[in-house]
């Protein structure tokens, strides 16, 4: 198949449906052998098409919550309506295996047992549950980063005060010299009283990706335990748990996956599910099921119906092609900053150390007056952060994000930093 004929094909699909079709199968839109990704722009402007967006600004903030396609929208009210309709007699039915059915896809979305996973609300919840449940004993030792996200730091250092453990603190410099350099920080902290590692899959403020195969076969040759805060990798890069070969994984769906709010997940190896204590008690009791560390009452079933729509959409698109397409969208705007005078891009050179998220500041701007200068002067919506090590604004565009928007965005920093 040619050029030509692909881009037929894909006026052809979109003569049939104001959306892209769920019952598509991803090979019906993928692009030939060796075509040259280059040129796909057509594609994505297909792909925008299926995402409502705000004619006010240019939303280069989709990191906090990344707004579903209309597809799976309206499969999501579609399960609105179904559950209310059905209301006690779906609940009291066929809820669990429903969610379970759910959860099995999304293990093998990220490559683990489908007896090691369950659904959670969010990567705070899912790690928060194991930093409560884990068995902590006064004296032992936990390690993070002040990168890491603030509610899990906030978790440890309520267990510090519950249990008496202790936690240690390193800091990842912005711009590693080599995977080593990493790996030997979190070692140094290592004692025969630590107990956990928590790390960063990719750091949410600058997009940083973490070796965190290499961190787990260092931690585990010392006995240590780690957990990998995931929020922003499902869905935005390929995610391979057994490959990873952590202990505990978190993500939010609702960022990268797409899903509507509300949505996430945790794996737990299997050799450690008897041993995490459960936020509330459930009537599972087996301490080998894995799905009695999510038990939180009653919540929106039909969020987690949605969540297998969001991975349908994700598979018409295709992962390898999305985390193509983020690394490209990063690139292009990043690439164009890194030699322009008074700016600093705090997110690494190399591109397997990034993906679709970068952050950018401008000495002598703080970065909550570059963010709303962004927004009131050039209509770009980003998100300031001022705190370790990272001055400047966290940009994460979208799969529906054009290179004319990130145009904008580039020509808006470069006059900032002239006006400095």
């Known amino acids: ?87 006690s007699h779906y609940m009291r039915t066929v809820q669990w295996d429903n969610k379970k059915r759910v959860a099995d896809k999304l293990a093998r979305l990220v490559n683990c047992g489908n007896d090691e996973l369950v659904i959670t609300r969010n990567t705070t919840e899912s790690l928060d549950l194991i930093i409560g449940g884990f068995p902590w004993k006064a004296g032992d030792e936990a390690v993070f980063a002040k990168q890491d996200y603030g509610s899990m730091r906030d978790h440890f250092e309520l267990v510090a005060k519950r249990y008496g453990i202790v936690n240690k603190i390193i800091s990842v410099p912005n711009h590693p010299a080599s995977d080593e350099e990493i790996v030997a920080l979190y070692e ?26 290499k961190i787990c076969d260092m931690a585990h040759s010392h006995g240590v335990e780690v ?23 978190g993500s939010s769906l609702h960022k990268w996956l797409s ?3 509300g949505a996430g997940l945790l794996y737990v190896s299997r050799d450690h599910i008897p041993k995490i ?23 929106p079933v039909h969020t987690d119906l949605a969540i297998e729509d969001a991975i349908d959409y994700l598979e018409v698109i295709g992962m390898e092609r999305k985390e193509k397409r983020m690394r490209q969208l990063q690139r292009y705007w990043s690439n164009q900053l890194r030699t322009t005078p008074k700016v600093v891009i705090n997110t690494p050179l190399e591109p397997h150390r990034s993906c679709g998220i970068a952050n950018v500041g401008i000495e002598g701007i703080k970065p909550a007056h570059l963010a709303k200068t962004l927004l009131d002067e050039f209509k770009i919506f980003t998100v300031a952060i001022d705190y370790a090590n990272v001055q400047g604004c966290r940009i994460t565009p979208n799969v529906y994000t054009t290179f004319d928007e990130l145009d904008q965005f580039v020509k808006a920093i470069k006059t900032l930093a002239e006006r400095v």
């Open 277 to 299: 204590w459960p936020l509330l008690a459930d009537f599972i009791d087996d301490p080998n099921d894995v799905r009695r560390l999510n038990h939180t009452g009653t919540h």
């Open 188 to 213: 140094s902290q290592i004692t025969p009283k630590t107990r956990l590692i928590m790390v960063c899959h990719m750091i949410n403020i600058t997009g940083q990706i973490l070796p965190v195969r």
């Open 1 to 87: 198949m040619n050029k030509r004929d692909f881009l037929r094909q894909m006026v052809g699909l979109a003569a049939v449906s104001p959306f892209l079709p769920m019952t598509l199968k991803a090979n019906t839109i993928n692009v030939p052998e060796g075509y040259d990704y280059h040129f796909e722009d057509d594609f994505w402007k297909r792909i925008r098409k299926d995402y409502a967006l705000k004619p006010e600004y240019v939303n280069l903030e989709n990191g906090y919550y990344n707004i579903a396609p209309q597809p799976t929208i309206n499969k999501f009210v579609e399960h609105v309506k179904m559950v209310n309709y059905q209301g």
């Open 259 to 261: 899903t509507p709010l």
């Open 227 to 249: 957990m990998v805060d995931g929020a922003h990798c499902v869905g935005h890069i390929n995610v391979d748990i057994k490959e990873l070969d952590c202990d505990y994984y």
